[in-house]
């Protein structure tokens, strides 16, 4: 950083350039317009994820009106150190409450004995489980980056922080799935404490019994992240970790889940419950947002009601979208594994200019996705990889179904195959999301509505 300026030197060209409009942009302005101006900009945001974008983008979805409207609750700045019934602080009593219904919905969904619900993310999940289960030094085991692992779990993430000796995971590049024997000779070689399951471009099972399998041999703990599968998971359309072997499993409450921004962690062992229970509070977190629990409560109320429908219905429309990009002349990558099991997908555009150029003029024409490498590429390639990550739990959250999905389709080649104006596209896109403005799969905003289920 340049110590007169507060430059920060280490930036990329393009945030330093941004960085510096925006504050020439707020020079001189009273404390009044700067929050105008931040409302504003909040405001804008809004309207245009929610009326004037197909957002696509695997890390995010839309919460229910009235999972929204109690992150606004002033219990977000009030601390809840300890556990409901023995905490620390008084006067938190509804609130401890809630966090029990919490607890015990997440249990119910995932049929797990043990829930962690006060992680901030998914990714400070991992760090709890990682600070819970292991010590610098200790040998793990992850997928690759360009097989889609999460930073999380690298050396530039919550495994590289605890100082752990990361090593990867072996994988069929051209099969889409662990080498298993590969695997079980490097396991042998190196005893990992951790095997850690699960990506950010998760477009197929894992073999979760067969891993485990080779845990056992060493003693290993398995680990799978389902953050961005979670939604799958208590719909009952994707693999169940814990059933399947997974010592402990993580997931984001958020992206296909639907719920409020955090992380979650599931067990049935309960020493690794106790273990993550000491590496949340106190290692981790103090205040863990305590308005996040009531809006998870009725998030998770929503996916115990419509869940398994919805889950079905992201699948189904998955499926029809990875056909109609076939039809539209676009390379969908894992097609000859049937391109995908879930909600996600990923187009191979090295033909269409490659990763970052097709998510930027994706994003021009207002359909938001985001470049991702692809298990072939080399991880120097992330700033601009081969590939294009989407996922359809949003846009069918909307109530968009396999109609929507060709016109998404058709959307895209006029974009990446075509490369019709972004102007003309956008326009389109506009259209078709003004036809989809009501949330579905979620309870009606007034409790005492007496409506049906939407």
């Known amino acids: 950083m340049n110590e007169q300026t507060g430059t920060p030197s280490w930036w990329e060209p393009e945030a330093l350039a941004f960085r510096q409009r925006v504050l020439e942009e707020i020079e001189g302005l009273s404390p009044p317009e700067l929050a105008a101006l931040a409302e504003r900009l909040n405001r804008e945001q809004e309207e245009f994820l929610a009326g004037r974008a197909l957002c696509l983008y695997p890390g995010a979805n839309r919460m229910s009106p009235r999972v929204r409207a109690l992150l606004a609750s002033s219990a977000a700045t009030r601390a809840s150190e300890g556990h409901p019934g023995a905490k620390y602080q008084t006067g938190l009593r509804w609130m401890e409450e809630a966090e029990v219904l919490a607890v015990g919905l997440i249990r119910r969904l995932f049929d797990a004995p043990y829930a962690e619900v006060r992680a901030l993310s998914g990714s400070m999940a991992n760090m709890a489980v990682l600070n819970g ?115 402990v499993m993580t997931a984001s409450t958020y992206k296909s889940f639907g719920g409020p921004p955090g992380g979650i962690v599931l067990t049935a062992d309960e020493d690794i419950a106790r273990r993550v229970d000491r590496a949340i509070f106190p290692g981790l977190t103090a205040n863990f947002h305590t308005n996040r629990l009531p809006a998870l409560a009725v998030a998770a109320a929503e996916m115990l009601a419509f869940g398994s429908r919805y889950a079905r219905d992201c699948v189904a429309n998955a499926q029809v979208l990875a056909t109609a990009f076939q039809e539209e002349g676009l390379v969908v990558a894992g097609a000859e594994k049937g391109c995908t099991a879930g909600h996600m997908l990923a187009l191979d555009v090295r033909g269409n200019g490659g990763g970052r150029a097709a998510a930027t003029a994706l994003e021009a024409a207002h359909i938001i996705c985001n470049m991702n490498l692809l298990p072939w590429d080399s991880p120097k390639s992330v700033r601009d990889p081969g590939g294009v990550r989407l996922a359809v739990h949003e846009v069918t959250r909307w109530g968009m ?54």
């Open 133 to 247: 289960l292991t010590e610098p030094g200790d040998v793990i085991f992850s997928l690759s980056t360009p097989v889609g692992a999460h930073i999380s779990h690298q050396r530039v993430g919550a495994a590289g922080y605890r100082r752990l000796d990361i090593h990867t995971i072996p994988y069929d590049v051209e099969n889409w799935e662990i080498d298993l024997e590969a695997l079980r000779r490097e396991v042998r070689a190196s005893p990992p404490r951790l095997i850690i399951l699960g990506a950010s471009l998760i477009l197929f099972p894992y073999p979760v019994r067969e891993v485990r399998e080779i845990a056992d041999e060493v003693g290993a703990v398995v680990l799978y992240d389902a953050a961005h599968v979670a939604g799958l998971i208590a719909g009952g359309v994707w693999q169940h970790p814990l059933r399947e072997g997974a010592h």
């Open 401 to 454: 179904g396999p109609e929507a999905m060709k016109e998404i389709a058709r959307l895209f080649r006029a974009v990446l195959v075509e490369r019709r104006p972004p102007a003309e596209v956008r326009q389109r896109v506009i259209a078709l999301k003004a036809r989809f403005d009501t949330l579905q799969y979620c309870f009606p905003v007034d409790e005492n509505s007496g409506g049906e289920y939407i």
